[in-house]
Protein backbone atom coordinates (compact mmCIF):
# COMPACT_ATOMS: atom_id res chain seq x y z
CA UNK A 1 0.00 0.00 0.00
CA UNK A 2 1.60 3.60 -1.08
CA UNK A 3 -0.10 6.66 -0.12
CA UNK A 4 -3.11 6.94 2.85
CA UNK A 5 -6.16 5.22 2.11
CA UNK A 6 -8.17 7.29 5.14
CA UNK A 7 -8.39 10.84 4.44
CA UNK A 8 -7.79 12.07 8.04
CA UNK A 9 -4.18 10.80 7.52
CA UNK A 10 -2.26 13.16 8.02
CA UNK A 11 1.09 11.34 6.70
CA UNK A 12 1.94 9.99 3.08
CA UNK A 13 2.72 6.27 3.30
CA UNK A 14 5.10 4.49 1.12
CA UNK A 15 7.16 1.31 0.90
CA UNK A 16 4.66 -0.38 3.07
CA UNK A 17 6.77 -4.19 3.26
CA UNK A 18 6.00 -6.99 5.57
CA UNK A 19 9.39 -7.80 7.29
CA UNK A 20 8.31 -11.46 8.92
CA UNK A 21 5.26 -13.71 8.64
CA UNK A 22 4.09 -16.12 10.86
CA UNK A 23 1.25 -18.78 11.89
CA UNK A 24 -0.42 -16.07 13.45
CA UNK A 25 1.10 -12.78 13.18
CA UNK A 26 3.46 -11.11 11.16
CA UNK A 27 5.77 -7.44 11.06
CA UNK A 28 5.01 -4.79 8.97
CA UNK A 29 7.46 -1.46 8.26
CA UNK A 30 6.10 1.58 6.55
CA UNK A 31 7.61 4.40 5.55
CA UNK A 32 5.87 8.13 7.15
CA UNK A 33 6.20 11.93 6.15
CA UNK A 34 3.91 14.61 7.48
CA UNK A 35 1.53 16.17 4.24
CA UNK A 36 2.59 19.47 6.18
CA UNK A 37 6.32 18.53 5.62
CA UNK A 38 9.16 17.52 8.10
CA UNK A 39 11.16 14.75 8.47
CA UNK A 40 10.09 11.22 6.97
CA UNK A 41 10.27 8.49 9.47
CA UNK A 42 9.20 4.86 9.62
CA UNK A 43 7.17 3.22 11.72
CA UNK A 44 7.47 -0.74 12.41
CA UNK A 45 4.34 -2.65 13.67
CA UNK A 46 2.93 -6.49 14.39
CA UNK A 47 -0.57 -7.41 12.95
CA UNK A 48 -2.59 -10.22 13.09
CA UNK A 49 -3.00 -13.12 10.34
CA UNK A 50 -6.01 -14.73 11.67
CA UNK A 51 -8.65 -12.06 11.48
CA UNK A 52 -11.52 -13.13 9.45
CA UNK A 53 -12.39 -9.99 6.83
CA UNK A 54 -16.14 -10.72 7.85
CA UNK A 55 -14.72 -10.76 12.01
CA UNK A 56 -16.38 -7.13 13.85
CA UNK A 57 -12.34 -7.29 15.66
CA UNK A 58 -10.07 -9.59 16.09
CA UNK A 59 -11.06 -10.85 19.32
CA UNK A 60 -13.39 -10.55 22.38
CA UNK A 61 -13.16 -10.20 26.08
CA UNK A 62 -15.92 -11.10 28.15
CA UNK A 63 -17.01 -9.68 31.39
CA UNK A 64 -19.49 -12.40 32.92
CA UNK A 65 -21.48 -11.60 36.17
CA UNK A 66 -22.21 -13.87 38.70
CA UNK A 67 -25.21 -13.11 41.59
CA UNK A 68 -25.15 -15.33 44.14
CA UNK A 69 -25.40 -14.72 48.49
CA UNK A 70 -27.02 -11.44 47.68
CA UNK A 71 -23.37 -10.29 46.05
CA UNK A 72 -22.13 -9.99 42.51
CA UNK A 73 -18.86 -11.67 41.35
CA UNK A 74 -16.83 -11.41 38.19
CA UNK A 75 -15.26 -14.40 36.66
CA UNK A 76 -11.49 -14.48 36.04
CA UNK A 77 -8.76 -16.45 34.56
CA UNK A 78 -5.25 -17.11 35.60
CA UNK A 79 -2.79 -18.22 32.88
CA UNK A 80 0.50 -17.83 32.21
CA UNK A 81 1.68 -15.94 29.35
CA UNK A 82 4.63 -16.81 27.70
CA UNK A 83 5.56 -13.05 26.09
CA UNK A 84 5.03 -11.83 29.82
CA UNK A 85 7.01 -14.85 31.30
CA UNK A 86 4.48 -14.13 34.21
CA UNK A 87 0.92 -15.73 35.45
CA UNK A 88 -1.79 -13.31 34.11
CA UNK A 89 -5.24 -12.09 35.66
CA UNK A 90 -7.54 -11.39 32.98
CA UNK A 91 -10.96 -11.84 31.47
CA UNK A 92 -11.84 -14.80 29.46
CA UNK A 93 -11.50 -14.34 25.99
CA UNK A 94 -9.98 -15.57 22.78
CA UNK A 95 -10.66 -14.87 18.63
CA UNK A 96 -13.19 -14.78 16.68
CA UNK A 97 -13.70 -17.43 14.03
CA UNK A 98 -15.05 -16.91 10.57
CA UNK A 99 -18.97 -16.59 10.58
CA UNK A 100 -19.14 -15.82 14.53
CA UNK A 101 -20.34 -12.54 15.91
CA UNK A 102 -18.47 -11.04 19.33
CA UNK A 103 -21.36 -12.71 21.50
CA UNK A 104 -20.65 -16.51 19.96
CA UNK A 105 -17.28 -15.94 20.44
CA UNK A 106 -17.73 -14.88 23.62
CA UNK A 107 -19.94 -17.57 24.32
CA UNK A 108 -17.89 -20.08 23.48
CA UNK A 109 -14.53 -19.23 25.20
CA UNK A 110 -16.25 -18.97 27.94
CA UNK A 111 -17.69 -22.33 27.83
CA UNK A 112 -13.98 -23.25 26.95
CA UNK A 113 -12.51 -21.34 29.54
CA UNK A 114 -14.23 -21.33 32.67
CA UNK A 115 -16.95 -24.38 31.85
CA UNK A 116 -19.72 -21.05 33.12
CA UNK A 117 -22.65 -20.75 30.00
CA UNK A 118 -24.38 -17.35 30.52
CA UNK A 119 -28.07 -16.95 30.65
CA UNK A 120 -28.57 -13.36 29.43
CA UNK A 121 -26.06 -10.47 27.09
CA UNK A 122 -26.32 -7.23 28.74
CA UNK A 123 -24.18 -5.57 26.84
CA UNK A 124 -21.86 -5.66 23.79
CA UNK A 125 -19.40 -3.03 22.60
CA UNK A 126 -17.58 -1.72 19.60
CA UNK A 127 -14.67 -2.63 18.16
CA UNK A 128 -11.28 -1.18 20.48
CA UNK A 129 -7.71 -1.58 19.72
CA UNK A 130 -5.88 -2.79 22.65
CA UNK A 131 -2.24 -0.98 21.67
CA UNK A 132 -2.38 1.40 18.36
CA UNK A 133 0.77 2.65 18.66
CA UNK A 134 2.33 -1.50 17.92
CA UNK A 135 -0.50 -2.83 16.79
CA UNK A 136 -3.76 -3.20 14.88
CA UNK A 137 -4.72 -5.76 17.54
CA UNK A 138 -8.41 -5.62 18.58
CA UNK A 139 -11.39 -6.57 20.35
CA UNK A 140 -15.42 -6.00 21.00
CA UNK A 141 -16.47 -6.51 25.21
CA UNK A 142 -18.93 -8.58 25.72
CA UNK A 143 -20.79 -7.98 29.51
CA UNK A 144 -23.09 -11.19 30.43
CA UNK A 145 -24.68 -12.52 33.44
CA UNK A 146 -24.66 -16.35 34.72
CA UNK A 147 -27.31 -17.83 36.17
CA UNK A 148 -25.47 -20.14 38.96
CA UNK A 149 -28.65 -22.00 39.38
CA UNK A 150 -28.98 -23.05 36.08
CA UNK A 151 -28.38 -26.88 35.81
CA UNK A 152 -25.39 -26.24 33.67
CA UNK A 153 -23.89 -23.60 35.83
CA UNK A 154 -24.03 -26.70 38.94
CA UNK A 155 -20.56 -27.77 38.49
CA UNK A 156 -18.96 -26.03 35.90
CA UNK A 157 -16.53 -27.88 33.60
CA UNK A 158 -13.49 -26.41 31.37
CA UNK A 159 -13.05 -27.44 27.78
CA UNK A 160 -9.78 -26.61 27.70
CA UNK A 161 -7.58 -27.53 24.81
CA UNK A 162 -4.28 -29.51 24.97
CA UNK A 163 -1.96 -26.57 25.34
CA UNK A 164 -3.96 -24.58 27.56
CA UNK A 165 -3.81 -24.08 31.44
CA UNK A 166 -6.26 -21.88 32.82
CA UNK A 167 -7.17 -21.24 36.57
CA UNK A 168 -10.63 -20.23 37.36
CA UNK A 169 -11.17 -17.33 39.57
CA UNK A 170 -14.16 -15.63 40.79
CA UNK A 171 -14.12 -12.04 42.53
CA UNK A 172 -16.29 -9.91 44.21
CA UNK A 173 -16.92 -7.22 42.00
CA UNK A 174 -16.79 -4.25 44.75
CA UNK A 175 -13.65 -5.52 45.84
CA UNK A 176 -11.90 -6.32 42.52
CA UNK A 177 -9.68 -3.21 42.61
CA UNK A 178 -8.47 -4.27 46.31
CA UNK A 179 -7.71 -7.65 45.29
CA UNK A 180 -6.09 -6.23 42.02
CA UNK A 181 -3.95 -4.19 43.88
CA UNK A 182 -3.18 -6.96 46.31
CA UNK A 183 -1.49 -8.54 43.95
CA UNK A 184 2.16 -10.08 44.12
CA UNK A 185 3.75 -8.43 40.43
CA UNK A 186 6.89 -10.64 41.04
CA UNK A 187 4.40 -13.42 40.76
CA UNK A 188 1.28 -12.05 38.85
CA UNK A 189 -0.25 -8.96 36.74
CA UNK A 190 -3.03 -8.02 35.62
CA UNK A 191 -4.03 -7.78 32.16
CA UNK A 192 -5.07 -3.81 30.90
CA UNK A 193 -8.43 -4.32 29.97
CA UNK A 194 -9.72 -5.75 33.37
CA UNK A 195 -7.13 -3.19 35.18
CA UNK A 196 -9.69 -0.15 33.24
CA UNK A 197 -13.01 -1.99 34.07
CA UNK A 198 -11.60 -2.93 37.65
CA UNK A 199 -10.80 1.67 37.91
CA UNK A 200 -14.11 1.94 36.24
CA UNK A 201 -15.99 0.56 39.09
CA UNK A 202 -13.68 1.99 41.61
CA UNK A 203 -14.22 5.83 40.62
CA UNK A 204 -17.82 5.08 40.19
CA UNK A 205 -17.63 4.92 44.14
CA UNK A 206 -15.61 8.37 44.21
Given at each position: MNGSENPDCPYELTNNEVVWSGRWMQTRRVQFKPKTGGQQGVWESA??????????????????????????????????????????????????????????????????????????????????????????????????????DAPENQNPVQQLESDESIEVVLVEQSKLMDYISDLDQSVIIVEGTLLAYAMGLRLATL
Open positions: HRNTTPSTAPAAGVSVIARVRKEGKVFVVLIKQYRIPCRKMVLELPAGLIDEGETAVQAGTRELLEETGYTYGKVVMETKICYLDPGLTDDSQCLVVVDVDV
